[in-house]
């Protein structure tokens, strides 16, 4: 990793070229190196201007250092998620479940100062075009932190002042849609539509509506299907098109016994099996 790689990573909030018109979305990735590969590996096949990554490169899994040096190598927006934060600050994983906790604990003695500091740099959250808004769990921090639902989902619009707000965390690709932009403060949930995007399946996004888009998880995939997760977000003359989630197929076994072999809480191991 050269010095430039890292220093982008303090100023990673734009891409350097515009306009996008089709950009990768990823999230989550969790120190599954054999997951985040796999993955890389079938973008490179879609033909995008760039990639977004919207946080949690580590935790859970065993490879943190390795996941934040492809990152950093291949995307062009990288925000800081939760664990993360946890990783460079020990008191933000004072809410983490028990495995969670030990994983966090441990990435944190895994990582070398380089990595932790580069971490650090990344932003909370980043803007591509006036268009698109990018941030970890939701547009509004606290009680919306986890967007399952067109409930949740209504406060977090609250805070969405641009067409489409991408967002991880949950570990399950959802997309919800709202009206434009002319009642924000009190939209309800029957305005909302909701959709659970299945593999290969596009959202057209039209353009006097609003978005908030989760890609799924790359590295802990958590609605069942055990493939990692990411989408395509296609921009064609920059607006918003569409929204196409995909699932590909990666080393499950491998990741476990890594995950296993790094002395890691094995509930970790069994639950990439499960995709829960
Ligand atoms: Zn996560």
Avoid at 16 to 33: C, K
Avoid at 98 to 126: N, V
Avoid at 259 to 276: F, M, V
Wanted: charged content about 20%; overall charge negative.
């Amino acid at each position: 990793m050269n010095a430039c790689s890292w220093q982008r990573l303090s100023s990673s909030t734009r891409f350097p070229h515009a306009p996008m018109h089709r950009l990768a979305v990823i999230s989550d990735i969790h120190g599954n190196a054999h997951a985040l590969q796999a993955v890389l590996a079938r973008i490179d096949t879609l033909n995008v201007d760039g990639i977004i990554c919207l946080g949690d490169i580590v935790g859970y899994g065993p490879s943190p250092g390795e996941c934040l040096e492809m990152i950093v190598r291949h995307c062009g927006v990288i925000i800081q998620g939760n664990h993360e934060q946890a990783a460079i600050d020990p008191g933000a994983a004072a809410t983490f479940n028990g495995a969670a906790k030990e994983a966090i604990d441990w990435t944190r003695r895994r990582m070398s100062a380089l990595h932790l500091a580069a971490l650090r740099r990344l932003p909370h959250a980043a803007t591509i075009n006036d268009l698109v808004m990018c941030v970890h769990d939701s547009p509004v921090p606290g009680p919306t932190d986890y967007i399952h639902d067109k409930q949740v989902a209504a406060l977090a619009f609250r805070g969405v002042d641009v067409r489409i707000c991408l967002i991880g965390h949950t570990h399950v690709p959802i997309v919800f849609e709202a009206p434009s932009l002319d009642h924000t403060e009190t939209l309800t949930a029957p305005e909302l539509t909701a959709y659970l995007p299945f593999d290969g399946h596009t959202i057209d996004l039209d353009s006097d509506r609003r978005y908030i888009c989760n890609p799924g998880s790359v590295g802990q995939p958590r609605d069942c299907d055990p493939r990692a997760s990411f989408a395509i977000l296609d921009l064609p003359n920059g607006e918003p098109g569409r929204f196409t989630v995909m699932r590909q197929d990666y080393d499950i076994a491998a990741a476990q016994m890594a995950s296993n072999r790094a002395g890691l809480p094995t509930i970790l191991a069994d639950r990439l099996a499960l995709g829960a």
